[in-house]
């Protein structure tokens, strides 16, 4: 059976996020990390999301690793491609949301039209596409084109100020137009007000004017569900994970998707209980605190760590004591998370690209060796920490369970040495209650047998 959804994401939490939120809408979701080079068993999978690193890349990297990602996930079936981008429309005027949104576009239309059999919707579909980067629960909505994060515009949100790609211009129609030579057009909230087949005329219409890409309203949950009724089968669209949670419904209302009892269904978990944390955000520090009055934990310092390995060494032989005891199953924290006042000190000493790398290095080097040694249920938060702990374990693929808290799911993996699947949850930033440490491996079913 082939997959229904096929997601391009520009990121690797961009990714979870989008398929935590197909999981709750009812779809079985693999992720993966790139594009895969082997072939994946996929028959009780419903949509699988390529994570990419194509946010802030250079343009023609983006536009070749997207469209890599395009001809694998068609290979696959899909039926619908979703290109996911952040919900506060994370860009530049060079790219890399327009440039690779063309390509796409390009692409789709150029294998349609060799399809004689291609329905009229699929051939108008490919000639345009929409933008919907809202996500209402989160606070991200469009109104006549504008972004708002909250109350505020997005260039007044804070995003302004983003190292990488500041968002100094809350019209998407004005951001978008100068990252593409192409038409861009607005779905108003009153056409959206009056329902799926007002926008599906809309969208028509603007597409026979010439108009590449639609930026959409969305003011909350229902003007989602319009949209995705208008657009479930256009070949492609765009946006954040909130149209994510509105598609599926319209996939089982055509037939292509059946209902699924337990789309986030995880084998038993097994194995020790470890949490790794190098994430220094305020609730990750709410998270360690609450954690450390409940269990036990070790804390790394980025200064020891310049030093020697020894403090590496110390770390191992606290965890092994206490996660391979047969007579206790309670998980153990390792930890570099420090208050704001503590990383400066060690920034200033190692400068903060080498404070990182020393903290990143060492997580990830106890995550192969606990993972080698037993440990099969580990919550890693923050997002750079995941991404190096993801890399050591050479994860590949993420299968994606319940969700913990919001955009956080359990996943499970396979990695090498272990012959039970790995159970991992990976939490970026501010993500999660302040018991979350604890309460993940109470979500997670299964019996620790190391
Ligand atoms: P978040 O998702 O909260 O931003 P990240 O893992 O993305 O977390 O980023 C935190 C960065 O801070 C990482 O590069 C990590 O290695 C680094 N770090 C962690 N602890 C310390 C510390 N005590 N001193 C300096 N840097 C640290």
Redesign the pocket.
């Known amino acids: 059976m082939s997959i229904v959804l096929g997601a391009i994401a520009d990121d690797f939490t961009g990714a979870t996020d989008l398929a935590n939120n197909l999981v709750r809408a009812g779809m079985r979701t693999l992720q993966v990390i790139g594009v895969p080079q082997t072939a994946l068993a996929l028959d009780d999978v419903d949509a699988v999301v390529v994570a990419l690193k194509s946010r802030t890349c250079p343009v023609q990297e983006a536009v070749n690793d997207s469209l890599a990602a395009l001809d694998w996930l068609r290979e696959q079936g899909a039926r619908q491609l979703f290109f996911k981008y952040c919900s506060t429309f994370d860009s530049t005027d060079e790219g890399n949301i327009g440039p690779v949104a063309d390509a796409l576009l390009e692409r789709l239309r150029a294998t349609q039209a060799e399809r004689l059999r291609a329905t009229q919707q699929e051939r108008l579909g490919s000639q345009h596409t929409v933008m919907v980067p809202a996500f209402p629960i989160n606070g991200r909505t469009v109104y006549q084109g504008h972004l708002f994060v909250g109350d505020r515009l997005l260039n007044d949100s804070g995003m302004q100020h983003h190292p990488l790609n500041p968002m100094t211009d809350a019209d998407l129609v004005r951001v978008l137009s100068r990252q593409t030579p192409h038409s861009v057009g607005l779905l108003a909230r009153p056409i959206l007000a009056e329902g799926a087949d007002a926008a599906r005329a809309r969208l028509k219409s603007l597409g026979e004017q010439g108009v590449r890409h639609v930026i959409c309203d969305t003011l909350d949950e229902s003007d989602l569900e319009v949209i995705a009724a208008a657009v479930a089968e256009f070949p492609l669209v765009t946006g954040g994970s909130g149209l994510g949670q509105a598609l599926p419904a319209e996939y089982r209302r055509l037939g292509w998707l059946d209902p699924v009892a337990d789309p986030g269904r995880l084998a038993p978990a097994s194995g020790a209980a470890l949490v790794l944390s ?4 305020q609730a ?1 520090l709410g998270q360690v605190e609450d954690f450390l009055s409940r269990h036990e934990g070790f804390a ?3 200064l020891a760590l310049a030093e020697s390995d020894e403090q590496i060494e110390q770390a191992l032989t606290f965890a092994r004591e206490r996660l391979f005891d047969e007579e206790s199953s309670a998980p153990v924290l390792i930890y ?3 208050a704001p006042e ?2 400066k000190a ?2 200033h000493r190692l400068g ?1 690209a080498r ?6 290095r060492a ?1 990830a080097g106890l995550a192969k060796t606990l993972v080698t040694e037993g440990v099969g249920r580990l919550v890693v ?8 702990v993801v890399s050591a374990l050479e994860v590949t693929e993420l299968r994606i369970g319940e969700q913990i808290d919001p955009g956080v799911p359990w996943t499970q993996t396979t990695v090498d040495g272990r012959e039970a699947p790995l159970s991992l949850a990976l939490k ?3 993500f999660g209650g302040v018991d979350f440490f604890s309460r993940a491996f109470d979500a997670l079913p299964g019996e620790k047998q190391p």
């Open positions: 190098g994430s220094c955000s990750t790394l310092d980025p570099a998370s420090a503590k990383v060690a920034q903060a404070a990182g790398e020393l903290v990143e997580l938060a923050g997002g750079e920490t995941s991404g190096a970026s930033g501010n």
